[in-house]
Structure formats: structure tokens, C-alpha cells
């Protein structure tokens, strides 16, 4: 039975997250990571803020919050024919077909880089609306914990392929940081919130899936 998967909305806040089919991974190498990004961007900056990521070799997590129903019907009518009509009832559809457009393109060019056949994600892409602030500062800490969890690194601040490690280096990329530091109280509060990390602390949170 196909499990039923909540729609994205206009306006909202979402964790995502993704797994590799089976035993693969989704990054091979350091390029992998960079170019998964740029795609990201592409797809994604006019049509989302992204508040965290984090890009392991076989998931990853993104939390993020779609922009208004105005700002986006403008932009996907500039995408489709002009005679094609779009209303806020098939936004959904859209936001939903954007992240599918994304993951194949990707797909597409991880295949045809090493030689690979098949699907490289398992089917369907995981997301949790978020409604809650504690819950949002949490899922940022969970996001930036998750390589620790699963052990590449002894610390969050240490792993390369994490919003964290942008914000350590003051480096926007995807991420936005005006709204994160504004939440946090600031970039130095933001890093001393995960400074304060403990061993046990994944554990904690790990119900956040």
C-alpha cells in the first residue's frame, strides 16, 4: 500500500529528506556534494528560503519554507506556456513536481557520470510540516547532529556538507541567514547552540522523524 504523503503548501515550513535506493550513495565524492548544490539552487532559490541542510553520502535533509502563493504562481507561470492556467489549488502539484524534476536531473547526470543504471532514490521523499518553534530549532539541530549520529564526524561543526559549516564561515550559498540569526539571536548564539552539544542529545531528538 502506497503511504500518503502530505502536500506542500505555499507559505509553509517542511523537513525533507531523502535516502539512496538499497546500499547505494548518493555522493560518491567532494564534486558530488558541489554539484548536488548547485542544482539545488537552481531548482529551489526562487521558489523557497532554506533554513538548514545537511548532504550525507546515502541521504540527505533539508529544512526549508516555501514562498506565498502570489510570489510562486508568478513564477511557475513564467515556466509553462502562456496559455496554460494555474490557481493556487494545483500549487501542491507544482512544488511536489519540482523536487521530482530536481532528483532526476541529478539522477540523470550521477548515472551518466559512473556508468549507472537504475533509480538512485528510494521512491517517494519524505517531508514533515512544521508548525512549532521549538520544534524548528530542534530539527536544525537534528539536521546539523546527523552526521554525528551516524558517524563522520566526532562534531556537527566539523562536517563540510552542512548549513552549519556555512554559517561557521559566514558563507550564504543556499542558505538564509538573516532569518536564522534573527531566530537564534545572532550568528555567535546560533554556533554556541550547537557548541553546547552532548553525546547524548541525538538520541533525544531522533523521534523528530
Known sequence: ??????PFE????YHI?????GSD????????????????KA???????TYAYCLLPNHFHMLIKFHESEKLLKYFQSKTKPKTELTEENLHLLLSNQFKYFLISYSKSYNKYY???GSLFIESLER?????????????????FNPVYHR??????????????DIRQSKSGIINLNTIYQFFGGRDRLIEFHKKFQEDEIDNIKHLL
Open 128 to 144: 514533515k510540516k512544521v508548525n512549532d518553534e521549538n520544534y524548528f530549532a530542534s530539527l536544525i539541530r537534528y539536521i546539523h
Open 17 to 21: 529528506y531523502h535516502h539512496a535506493n
Open 115 to 117: 556508468s549507472r543504471k
Open 25 to 40: 550513495n548518493i555522493f560518491r565524492e567532494t564534486d558530488n556534494y558541489f554539484f548536488f548544490l548547485r542544482k539545488y
Open 43 to 49: 531548482y529551489f532559490l526562487q521558489i523557497l528560503d
Open 1 to 6: 500500500m502506497t503511504k500518503l504523503r502530505i
Open 10 to 13: 505555499p507559505g509553509s515550513v
Open 152 to 165: 563522520f564526524t566526532d562534531h556537527p561543526l566539523k562536517w563540510r556538507f552542512s548549513s552549519l559549516y
